[in-house]
């Protein structure tokens, strides 16, 4: 990943304006720290911080058009680069880098050429010979990206919240899929699939296809110039992210240059579920695994550095986000700087242990399409921030636009959890690599019960959570919390202890925006709370919380008033 930062129509045009933007873009040299780059153009600033993945000796931002009259400072990678290059052949590239293509798509398409791209990207482009200018983020958001307004009239856009927030009087994140023209003065949704209206597919269901389908996804997703791996939890999403790659990846370009063993990294607590289920994975793949830990004190200790990378108050991202920000720092003191991970299969399948009470196809699907639309805000978040906080990039090929388009149009009956067919959670996707005659993992692994990543590292984890914030925030302070904190305000200890950090380093109104409420229970939407009374009992973002569901589900619900989701569970 990259950082990008970008400000358009400053009054103050001074050395000292260059100055200040080169201080907030020093704000994300944690995204990449490989060098530094600047183009002024008038009141005009598009600044980059590089993380050198495809073309790392020539490939430096911001990039540009033949003669530089369009420049563009991009985070993200476009897998499609080859392809698109032979259809700009009467054009002349100066480097290496995937996105270079913006640029020159850009000349023959003028804005509407963002559709092409396949790949996850947040980029910026100025046309200097009009001084108009569009920004773009990827269809699902899997890179970040905000956008504020100054009091000066200036339009401002970066991949992090603390690039901006101190100099915006108003910012929000950006919406994925979208694109903002200076010329339409607007942003308009460049992401159309045919999904996104949440209208009920009805397309048979072929395990062939959703197999090959993955598997492109992953394939794509192995182009890199420098070291790589995949996280290997253990559990089905990253365990067949980890078995696709390792079956291609000796005829893959990068097995030329970093081998053909693939590497694989997990985290957990001294004895917990994923290092055990993991180490059994990898040893059947024959991975070079690598297996961290870290104790619940280190955890806690860190707390205060995963709230001001990743941006959020959310319950939920930060229990997650805490041990992949522990573990990407040791992925990258071995020199790897990016990584494949599962993320996005939960929310396209299914995959949350409370859709077992979906009462019909259609709130199943429905509940699918909220989930995909709201990743940006939660786990697309947690994994490129988490990841970017050490210059590590995450890539995702279950959020792959093909392959959403494929298992999205799916009929949801398939994805129903049927015990009376045998069918568990995402069983669709389970029997599309049920290969005996040549299998990609292990039968228990490939049928194992999901865990979400916060419980899989070690349950004591998160009871360690609460009870460090138990210690922290008095009865006074909760009972006090609506005056204190009048919006998403939080109704646990625990909610309420992230919530002091976060306003340490974001104290603005548009700051708290920035991160969704509402009730939920085992990550649901506010809306799937509505299929079980029972869950309102205990509305706990833990997979645990699936009371009648999870095998080590919380022992009783606790009588209390529904959390948000950005507020956890009850103490």
């Known amino acids: 990943m990259c950082g990008i930062l970008a400000v358009f129509g400053c009054i103050d045009n001074s050395q000292a304006k260059r100055a200040r933007i ?236 970093w081998g053909s063993q693939l590497h694989s990294f997990c985290i957990g607590l001294e004895g917990s579920p994923d290092l055990k289920a993991a180490r059994e994975v990898a040893d059947y793949l024959g991975t070079r695994h690598h297996e961290f830990h870290f104790t619940v004190q280190e955890g806690i200790d860190a707390l205060e550095e995963v709230i001001y990378h990743i941006e959020t108050y959310d319950v939920t991202t930060i229990r997650a986000s805490t041990p992949m920000f522990l573990m990407s720092r040791k992925i990258k003191s071995l020199g790897v700087k990016m990584v494949i991970s599962g993320e996005g299969s939960d929310e396209i399948f299914g995959g949350y242990l409370y859709f077992h009470k979906a009462p019909n196809k259609e709130e199943f699907h429905q509940e699918t399409c909220r989930k995909i639309k709201a990743l940006h805000l939660y786990d697309c978040l947690r994994a490129n921030k988490s990841t970017s906080a050490w210059g590590v990039e995450a890539r995702v090929p279950f959020l792959d636009k093909e392959f959403i388009n ?63 914030a138990n210690k922290q925030v008095t009865d006074a302070m909760l009972a006090n919390s609506s005056f204190v904190y009048p919006e998403n305000t939080p109704t646990t200890k625990e909610a309420y202890y992230y919530r002091t950090i976060f306003e340490k380093f974001f104290p603005k109104n548009a700051a708290r925006a920035t991160v969704p409420g509402g009730p939920s229970v085992a990550c649901s939407t506010a809306k799937a709370v509505e299929w079980d009374a029972a869950w309102s009992k205990n509305p706990d973002p833990s997979g645990r919380a699936a009371l009648g569901v999870h095998a080590a589900a919380y022992q009783e619900a606790v009588d209390t008033k529904p959390a948000n989701p950005v507020n956890g569970p009850p103490q």
């Open 406 to 468: 494929t298992a999205m149009s799916i009929d949801p009956e398939w994805k129903m959890v049927r015990p009376d067919l045998g069918r568990i959670e995402k069983w669709i996707l389970r029997n599309a690599f049920d290969d005996d005659k040549q299998p990609y993992l292990p039968k228990h692994i490939l049928y194992r019960q999901k865990e979400q990543f916060s419980d899989g590292v070690g349950y004591s984890w998160i009871d360690g959570l609460r009870d460090h």
């Open 22 to 257: 080169i201080e907030l873009s020093r704000r994300l040299r944690h995204r990449g720290p490989d060098w530094s780059g600047l183009h002024c153009h008038g009141d005009c600033y598009l600044a980059h911080q590089r993380l050198a993945i495809v073309d790392p000796t020539s490939g430096d931002q911001p990039l540009y058009n033949e003669d530089k009259t369009v420049v563009v400072t991009v985070n993200g990678e476009i897998y499609n680069h080859k392809q698109l290059r032979e259809q700009l052949k009467n054009h002349q590239f100066r480097t290496g880098s995937d996105c270079e293509v913006i640029a020159h798509l850009y000349e023959e398409h003028g804005e509407d050429f963002v559709d092409m791209l396949d790949g996850m990207f947040s980029f910026v482009l100025l046309d200097t010979r009009d001084k108009s200018f569009i920004a773009a983020r990827d269809a699902i958001g899997v890179t970040p990206l905000y956008m504020g307004w100054g009091l000066d009239g200036s339009i401002w856009f970066a991949s992090e919240m603390k690039a901006l927030s101190d100099d915006c009087e108003r910012f929000i994140s950006f919406p994925p899929g979208h694109i903002y023209s200076s010329k339409q003065g607007g942003l308009r949704r460049w992401y159309n699939p045919p999904w996104y209206l949440e209208q009920i597919p009805s397309n048979p269901y072929d395990p062939l296809v959703l197999r090959k389908a993955f598997e492109k996804a992953v394939v794509k997703r192995l182009m890199t110039d420098v070291p790589f791996g995949v996280l290997l939890s253990g559990g089905l999403d990253s365990s067949l992210v980890a078995a696709v790659a390792s079956r291609y990846l000796a005829d893959s370009e990068a097995a030329c240059q």
